[in-house]
């Protein structure tokens, strides 16, 4: 068949048939190469098993175990799984956030703290990402990876990581859009004897000028919590102010307040009490959100007697 192929065909055919040949050879070599990637990616796994005497619940081993396979099956693959780290630690500050904006007592002042210093963190980290010697100081899994896997060259990849960063930086802004839109009035609110009462609504200027010359005024405000400040402040000479803070205040604590009483209301109102009436359930709700402690002796001084009989 060959013998009847001359010139330039038969130079061309010759080419066909070795880059087959190479093709195939390489098939056999790549999934040669897989499988002892495979066996020696399970042998490691089993040494670090047998060294660290570890479960597999315990996350920061699964990691390792896990970077162990990345390195030996698919190395071409770390650059994905360093982006698995980043989004890992971005998770852990976006954790750290949740965990100071939740509690019972929290007031706006407070909570829009944390929320505008979380959106200078991450202004911060675009930048740190952005330079030309990257900084991954606050990166911790990150840094790990480009610590075990230096030749992945994540380095290269971090630009594009500022980029996802500045686009959440910009998500986060327009979802807290409505804190921005009354700074004014959360800075009145949170520091009443360092605002500018030019800067103050003119219902309220008066009162603010009242309030900042009385030094005992100032000095509750700094042993009290806000809550309990405008609290004891006189009725009558800042009525304005007392009604200034309780919107203020009444803008999450409601909120918080809510969601506890809807979830006690679950737990209590189950298939096995059946017997539960309105007012039961409805001193058991109070009970529950409130912070305030029953005078047991009181109510005990108050009985005639304990067990009264039938």
Known sequence: MYDKITGKERSEKLKQLEASLISQQQYFARARE???NATKASYEVAALIAKHSKPFTEGEFIKDCVMTIVKKICPEKQQEFAKVCLALDITKHLNALNTSLQGPDAV???LYSHIKAFGTKLKLFERHLSQSQPNTAH???LQEIMTRFP????SAQMRRYASDIS???EEFRQRFQDFAAIEKE???FSSPFSVDTDDVPDHLQLELIELQCDAESRSRHQQLSLANFYRQLDKDRFREIRAFAKKM???FGSTYLCEKTFSVMNLNKSRVRTRLTDSHLRDTLRINTTAFEPDL???LQSRSQYHPSH
Do not use: K
Not at 151 to 154: F, T, Y
């Open 34 to 36: 897989s499988n002892e």
């Open 108 to 110: 706006i002042s407070q």
């Open 139 to 141: 990166f911790s899994a």
């Open 151 to 154: 030749q992945s060259n994540v």
């Open 167 to 169: 686009s959440l930086a």
């Open 186 to 188: 959360i800075a009145i």
């Open 249 to 251: 205040l009444s803008l």
């Open 297 to 299: 002796a009181f109510v």
